[in-house]
C-alpha cells in the first residue's frame, strides 16, 4: 500500500488514484531564460522516480510537466541578447530537454509550452471577471484573493499576514496588495491581444490552464520545488477553487532544496552550479545516486565532497555488476529468478513516502552480499531495483572476442606463459570483467 505526503493536509496519506489504476501527474517545470542548475534538476529526477515506481506498481501514468516560454525573465534576456524571446526560449527549451535526457529524468508524456495556450488562458480569465473572482485595471487583470475562503490552505498563511509574504508587485492600482496578477498590460516585450489590453498571462495561470486544457480536470499529484509552494501553486489552487471548486489535485507533493553552502542557488543571484557542467565531470548517474540517497522532502547541502563520494558509490555498483555480469554469460548462468525478500523490503520502503535512502542502503548492502557470496537472484533484485529508480549501472556488452580473451588467458595461465597471459588479460581489466 502506497503512502505519500500530501502537502496540501500536511499529513501522510493512503495514495488512492481518482480513476483505478490510472494516475494523472502534472509537474511545474523550468522557465526558460537559462540553463537549469542542479537544484533545479531534483524535482526532475523525482518526479521521474515518481512515475516509474508507480508504473512498477501496474498503474497508467500520464506525466506533464511545462515549460515557461513566457516571462519577463525571458523576454528581458532576449533585450539584452538582441534576439527574440522565441529564439531564446526554444534554446533553452532544447538544452532542458538534453540535459533531462542525461540524467534519466526525460520520462515527460507531455510538454506543454505556456505560448500554445494563450488562447485558453485569455477565455479562463475572461470567465474569472465574469464571475467576480477577477479584476481590470489600467495595469491588467488582478484575483481577488479574498473571496477564497480557504486561501493559504497549502503554504499555512494567513491573508492578513500575506503583506509580509508575498511579492510586492509595482503596479500601485490594485485592490488589495495581495492581489496577484493574471494578466500583464504591456508595451514592452512579446504580448498578445487581450479584451482588457495587449500583454501577457500572469505565471500562476498559465499552470493552472494548461493542467484544466491537458487533464480536463482534478488530477491525482500535482509536484514542484517546495519554493513554489507559495506563491505559485497556493495562487494555483485559488484559481481552480474559483472556477472549478477543487484543489486541482488531490495530492500536491513538494521537493526539498538543493542549497549551496548553507546558500540558496538562484540563477539571478548567479551562485548557481549549471547541471550541465556538472555532468561533465560527474556521471549524471552519480548525481542522480546523489539525490536519492536523501529524501526527497529534505534539504541537501551540496559540495564536492557530497557528489564525489556518490560518484564513488556509483563507480562500485558499475564494477561489481559489470563484473559479475561477466562471470553469468561466461557461464551461462540463467538470470532469473529474484531475491523475494529483498523486493518486498524494496516496495515496503518505497510505499512509505518514496524512502529512497532506504533503498540506496538496501542496494549497497546487496552489493556487498554480492561480493562475497555470488548469486542470480542477488544480481537480478539489483538490476530490478536500479531500473525502477532509473539508476543505469556502466555495464559493458560481453562481445566473443571477451569470451575468447578469458579463455586463452586462462590458458596461457595453466601454460605458465605470463607474458601472453598478460596480453589476453588486459582488455578484460580494461572493461572491468575481472
Keep these: 500500500m502506497l503512502k505519500i505526503y500530501n502537502s496540501l493536509s500536511n499529513k501522510i496519506e493512503e495514495f488512492k488514484p481518482i480513476h483505478e489504476?490510472?494516475?494523472?501527474?502534472?509537474?511545474?517545470?523550468?522557465?526558460?531564460?537559462?540553463d537549469i542548475h542542479i537544484g533545479n534538476g531534483r524535482p526532475v529526477v523525482f518526479f521521474d522516480v515518481v512515475k516509474r515506481y508507480l508504473q512498477y506498481l501496474d498503474y497508467g501514468v500520464k506525466y506533464a510537466s511545462n515549460i515557461t516560454d513566457v516571462d519577463d525573465k525571458i523576454?528581458?534576456?532576449?533585450?539584452?541578447?538582441?534576439?527574440?524571446?522565441?529564439?531564446?526560449?526554444?534554446?533553452?527549451?532544447?538544452?532542458?530537454?538534453?540535459?533531462?535526457?542525461?540524467?534519466?529524468?526525460?520520462?515527460?508524456?507531455?510538454?506543454?509550452?505556456?505560448?500554445?495556450?494563450?488562447?485558453?488562458?485569455?477565455?479562463f480569465i475572461g470567465e474569472l471577471i465574469a464571475d467576480g473572482f477577477a479584476y481590470k485595471t489600467q495595469s491588467g487583470v488582478y484575483f481577488r484573493v479574498d473571496k477564497i475562503k480557504d486561501y493559504g490552505i497549502l503554504s499555512n498563511q494567513q491573508v492578513k499576514d500575506l503583506k509580509t509574504g508575498v511579492r510586492i508587485d509595482l503596479e500601485t492600482d490594485k485592490e488589495k496588495d495581495y492581489d496577484f496578477a493574471l494578466w500583464k498590460n504591456t508595451l514592452d516585450g512579446i504580448k498578445y491581444h487581450a479584451p482588457w489590453g495587449d500583454g501577457r498571462p500572469g505565471w500562476h495561470t498559465e499552470c493552472v490552464v494548461m493542467t484544466n486544457e491537458i487533464f480536463g480536470g482534478k488530477i491525482d499529484i500535482h509536484g514542484g520545488g517546495f519554493d513554489l509552494k507559495f506563491p505559485h501553486h497556493e495562487n494555483e489552487i485559488a484559481q481552480s477553487v474559483a472556477k472549478h471548486d477543487h484543489h486541482l489535485a488531490k495530492y500536491w507533493m513538494h521537493v526539498g532544496r538543493l542549497d549551496l553552502a548553507n546558500e540558496k542557488m538562484s540563477k539571478s543571484l548567479g551562485n548557481d552550479i549549471k547541471l550541465k557542467d556538472l555532468v561533465e565531470t560527474y556521471n549524471p548517474n552519480a548525481y542522480r545516486l546523489m539525490l536519492l540517497a536523501h529524501h526527497y522532502r529534505a534539504p541537501i547541502q551540496f559540495s564536492d565532497d557530497l557528489i564525489e563520494q556518490y560518484q564513488k558509490a556509483y563507480d562500485k555498483i558499475s564494477y561489481t555488476l559489470n563484473k559479475w555480469h561477466f562471470h553469468m554469460i561466461l557461464n551461462n548462468i540463467d538470470e532469473n529468478g529474484l531475491d523475494h525478500e529483498s523486493i518486498k523490503s524494496f516496495e515496503e520502503f518505497m510505499n512509505d513516502?518514496?524512502?529512497?535512502?532506504?533503498?540506496?542502503?538496501l542496494i549497497d548492502k546487496l552489493i556487498k552480499d554480492l561480493n562475497k557470496d555470488f548469486k542470480a537472484e542477488n544480481y537480478n533484485t539489483i538490476i530490478l531495483i536500479l531500473n525502477t529508480l532509473g539508476l543505469k549501472p556502466k555495464i559493458f556488452e560481453v562481445l566473443e572476442e571477451d569470451i575468447e580473451n578469458y579463455n586463452n588467458w586462462q590458458q596461457a595461465r595453466l601454460e605458465k606463459n605470463y607474458e601472453k597471459a598478460d596480453i589476453y588479460r588486459k582488455p578484460l581489466l580494461d572493461k572491468g570483467f575481472i
Design 21 to 34: 489504476n490510472k494516475v494523472n501527474m502534472y509537474v511545474c517545470g523550468p522557465t526558460v531564460y537559462d
Design 75 to 123: 523576454i528581458d534576456r532576449a533585450q539584452k541578447l538582441h534576439i527574440t524571446e522565441k529564439e531564446l526560449a526554444t534554446t533553452y527549451t532544447n538544452n532542458f530537454f538534453e540535459i533531462a535526457k542525461k540524467i534519466g529524468g526525460y520520462n515527460f508524456d507531455v510538454t506543454p509550452h505556456a505560448t500554445n495556450y494563450i488562447e485558453e488562458m485569455i477565455k
Design 353 to 361: 513516502d518514496f524512502a529512497t535512502p532506504r533503498v540506496i542502503t
